[in-house]
């Protein structure tokens, strides 16, 4: 049952953090917020999202705001680095706002650059983790298939733990995985999940080794453990470039699972030059527990008149879309 809509504005903060370094071609990214019986959650589907598929998203802010979780089976989770596309140069400086982290995903496959760049932003980041570190590369399905047997080719030389979604259907990430298998590389499937009518589709075409979960696009933690249990595959969970308060609710899930065999996508807190309460990882890890936002927090990053109202508009629509289903 939905809460009241009164009851969700009556909270509602927008805030808008800013960025070290532009990412998924944002230098701010921007999130409502608003407090429930169970604590604090996050509605922050990105901007281009159609009204439809951000209600999940809502589905997911509400579900951790007014329910009780799943008991956690963890108290800190590990975490991951995360690297933008950015020139290898500026890798080292990067890797240094996430303390402790023995793992990094690498942005790579940017538009407008080539695999040259990929391939010298990866050995950067080798070269600053050691032999010891664990890298995973993230094209977010911008590559063909022969693109990406090339470019999982050019990569191996440095040891990948996986490749995260490097073509955009299912039909290819099973191509991809056939052709790519003798070398040891696992593929990861992110976009054929979370942005699926069918988020098991890919478990059953056998076109992933691994499957990336975010809480928030797949209606919150309760769905996400189904889906998991599900589709049988090893997991790791990631945000979706989260406040820290969407962050608690990832660390949530990933208490909840039963094995956690994988560096999680949720130190992204070091992404930005502020954030609603402090999430950074310490020592490779954050907390799983709740998180609630520091008022001066909230004063300080508080977004802009015209971009709160539009926030609040489309929380109110989309409230209507689930008040509808």
């Known amino acids: ?20 370094t532009r990412f998924r071609g944002v230098d701010t990214r921007e999130a409502l917020l608003f407090e429930g019986p169970e604590g604090w959650a996050e509605f922050s589907p990105f901007v281009e999202y159609d009204d439809a598929e ?9 579900d951790f705001a007014w329910n009780e979780q799943p008991a956690p089976l963890r108290d800190r989770i590990g975490v991951n680095a995360t690297v933008p596309a950015i020139d290898a140069a500026r890798v080292a400086d990067v890797l240094a706002r996430f303390a402790g982290c023995r793992t990094a995903k690498v942005k790579v496959a ?20 050691g032999p010891e570190g664990r890298i995973r590369v993230d094209a977010n399905g911008f590559w063909n298939v022969d693109e990406a047997e090339h470019a999982v080719h050019a990569l191996t030389e440095f040891d990948l733990e996986y490749v995260e979604q490097p073509c955009a259907t299912v039909p290819e990430l099973a191509e991809l995985r ?45 769905h996400a453990l189904q889906i998991i249990t599900a589709a049988g595959l090893p997991v790791v969970v990631s945000s979706a470039l989260d406040t820290a308060i969407g962050l608690s609710q990832g660390a949530a899930l990933a208490a909840a699972l039963p094995s956690l065999d994988y560096d999680c996508g949720l130190g992204t807190s070091s992404l930005f ?28 990053l508080a977004a802009a008149d015209d971009r709160r109202d539009w926030w609040l508009e489309r929380l109110t629509r989309c409230y209507a879309v689930l008040d509808a289903r």
């Open 178 to 222: 056939a052709r790519v298998k003798y070398m040891g590389i696992p593929v990861a499937a992110d976009e054929s999940v979370r942005k699926s009518s069918d988020p098991l589709a890919v478990a059953r075409a056998k076109a992933a080794d691994l499957l990336v979960i975010k809480a928030q696009p797949l209606g919150g933690i309760t």
């Open 1 to 20: 049952m939905l809460p009241p809509l009164a009851d969700l504005l009556g909270s509602a903060r927008v805030v808008s953090l800013p960025m070290h």
């Open 273 to 300: 030059l502020d954030d609603v309460a402090d999430l950074r990882p310490v020592d490779g890890s954050i907390p799983a527990a709740r998180v609630t936002p520091d008022a001066a927090a909230l004063t300080r």
């Open 54 to 62: 951000a209600a999940t998203w809502l589905t997911a802010a509400i």
């Open 110 to 129: 940017e538009p407008g650059q080539t695999l040259a760049d990929d391939v010298a932003r990866v050995r950067a980041v080798r070269e600053a983790m």
